[in-house]
């Protein structure tokens, strides 16, 4: 797991500070970076967001390996925070907006042809976007929950359940167990912006998470969580079972909850990984 250097909270976050440098061609491969008022390695800190699926599996490509997803619905635990949550959820929406720009403008190179301004709704069809909009359901993103590099395949994240005092995940079952459906977490996520078969989009990656006050497990730091997520813990939990009841629902997940995926925008040691990638996300976009 790479540190970051920097990590936004929830209510500092604005798209308009993200800088996106220039695409480059590094061997067969297309690097572009973002950036945050200087930090290259940086992520945001999200508001507590429902999870109304808990973690979610999909195939990557044809090579039968699971890889899991968490899908956070724009919906808070408590009216109080409803406000947060939707500013939070403007920004990444405005952040994909940029990301279109930023395709139309670098359209040669990232799409293989280049696209005027009056054509952006030909590159819409080509580039990703972090906030899935559904008619009947509320807006949601799905930070995808990486794997260490290792032969393990366990999950590479760090959890909290109360306190600041680090849980390192077994599995992903274990994840799945305390992570149950129509329960609020908050999370740090990461992005990262690919490249791939005339297609691009950034794609959001889970580095740490608080499970939800009621997982029923036990704890003993390196938390990156701003120091209030572990203040007033009853106060929040009995918002939250109260939030979760009012809001519980019966929807199924729809199929297209498998994320695009990126090429690794980390150092030199950790391209090795990138073709797995992008045989994950040609799969996905199949």
């Known amino acids: 797991m790479n540190k970051l250097d920097k990590i936004v909270r929830p209510t500092e976050f604005k798209a308009e500070d993200i800088v996106f440098t220039a695409p480059r061609k590094v061997n067969d491969r297309t690097q572009v970076y973002l950036n945050y008022t200087g930090a290259r390695r940086w992520g945001w800190e999200t508001p507590y967001l429902k999870a109304p699926f808990g973690p979610s599996s999909y195939q990557k490509g044809d090579t039968g390996i699971q890889d899991y997803s968490l899908p956070l619905q724009a919906v808070a635990r408590n009216p109080e925070e409803q406000v947060q949550v939707d500013k939070f959820f403007s920004e990444f929406e405005k952040m994909d907006q940029r990301v279109l720009e930023f395709a139309q403008k670098h359209s040669k190179m990232l799409l293989g042809k280049q696209y005027t301004d009056q054509q952006l709704d030909i590159v819409e069809v080509m580039t990703g976007k972090c906030v899935r909009k559904n008619d009947k359901y509320p807006d949601r993103i799905s930070p995808k929950i990486p794997k260490k590099r290792d032969s393990s395949g366990k999950p590479d994240i760090v959890a909290f359940h109360k306190?600041?005092?680090?849980?390192?995940?077994?599995?992903?079952?274990?994840?799945?167990?305390?992570?149950?459906?129509?329960?609020?977490?908050?999370?740090?996520?990461?992005?990262?912006?690919?490249?791939?078969?005339?297609?691009?989009?950034?794609?959001?990656?889970?580095?740490?998470?608080?499970?939800?006050?009621?997982?029923?497990?036990?704890?003993?730091?390196?938390s990156g969580f701003d120091a209030s997520t572990f203040k007033s813990v009853d106060t929040q939990n009995a918002k939250a079972d109260e939030s979760a009841k009012a809001d519980e629902s019966d929807e199924v997940e729809d199929s297209d909850d498998a994320d695009t995926n990126e090429v690794d925008e980390d150092e030199d040691e950790d391209e090795d990984d990138d073709d797995d990638d992008e045989e994950e996300e040609v799969s996905e976009e199949a």
């Open 163 to 222: 306190t600041p005092e680090p849980i390192q995940p077994n599995s992903f079952d274990e994840i799945i167990k305390h992570v149950p459906r129509n329960t609020f977490v908050k999370c740090i996520i990461r992005p990262r912006f690919w490249v791939v078969g005339g297609k691009c989009g950034v794609s959001l990656f889970m580095q740490q998470i608080v499970y939800p006050e009621d997982s029923g497990i036990d704890v003993s730091s390196t």
